[in-house]
């Protein structure tokens, strides 16, 4: 069966940390992987990453992708109270199947 | 500009009754997606459509049926009301296939009392 698992679920961290977040996948056919961020309504898209150890980088956000230990991590450093919210992570596989989502990590950044 | 929006946002009815979730984009996306996210926030995909023609349908009572009368739309109509259909309905739009980038909408949080 096709899984999304992130860790932790949830994380509570002071404001200028840096946080990692994991998130590990078993699908057969990946073709991509999206982190978005969930605030109090809808979720926004952050990344999409499709090839092994290119980083992406926006702001003070980054992640990468292994496709051979079938993970992808998202950092954010010098955090701020407006980065808490609901980090999913989601995989697309090739053909018309649906996206699969992790749970997500609940960050919360306290000044 | 509101990229995919929904109405209503909030709606609360009785149990038994059928309600309609209206979805549009403006971004010329041509596939549209409904999710429902519970209670415990996990996001779960009921129905993909492209260019009008219904691609996914997960298993999701047949209580509920999408409609798209166009590409720029897709709404979700639910009969029979149950409790447990209370959640969070988002709606989703993407240029091409389900591998592409989706934007959501702002969703329509669904309280059956």
């Known amino acids: 069966e096709d899984k999304v698992v992130q860790s932790p679920l949830s994380l509570v961290v002071h404001e200028g940390d840096t946080v990692t977040l994991n998130c590990s996948y078993e699908v057969t056919n990946f073709r991509s992987l999206l982190w978005y961020k969930q605030e109090k309504k809808a979720p926004t898209f952050l990344f999409m990453l499709t090839s092994s150890g290119i980083e992406k980088k926006s702001g003070r956000l980054s992640s990468i992708l292994d496709k051979k230990e079938l993970f992808s991590i998202l950092n954010i450093t010098a955090t701020q109270t407006g980065d808490s919210a609901v980090y999913l992570c989601?995989?697309?596989?090739?053909?018309?199947?649906?996206?699969?989502f992790g749970k997500g990590t609940r960050l919360s950044v306290i000044a | 500009d509101t990229a995919v929006s929904q109405t209503p946002k909030y709606l609360v009815t009785q149990m038994g009754n059928d309600k309609s979730i209206k979805c549009e984009q403006n971004l010329g996306h041509d596939t549209m997606y409904w999710y429902k996210q519970d209670s415990k926030k996990f996001l779960k995909i009921m129905f993909s459509?492209?260019?009008?023609?219904?691609?996914i349908n997960e298993t999701v009572p047949n209580r509920f049926s999408p409609k798209s009368p166009d590409k720029a739309h897709l709404n979700l109509h639910i009969n029979s009301l149950e409790l447990g259909d209370s959640a969070v309905y988002f709606c989703?739009?993407?240029?091409?296939?389900?591998?592409?980038?989706?934007?959501f909408g702002p969703g329509t949080r669904l309280l059956v009392l």
């Open positions: 989703a739009s993407s240029q091409g296939s389900l591998q592409e980038t989706q934007y």
């Open positions: 459509y492209n260019n009008k023609e219904l691609i």
């Open positions: 989601s995989v697309t596989r090739s053909g018309n199947t649906p996206l699969v």
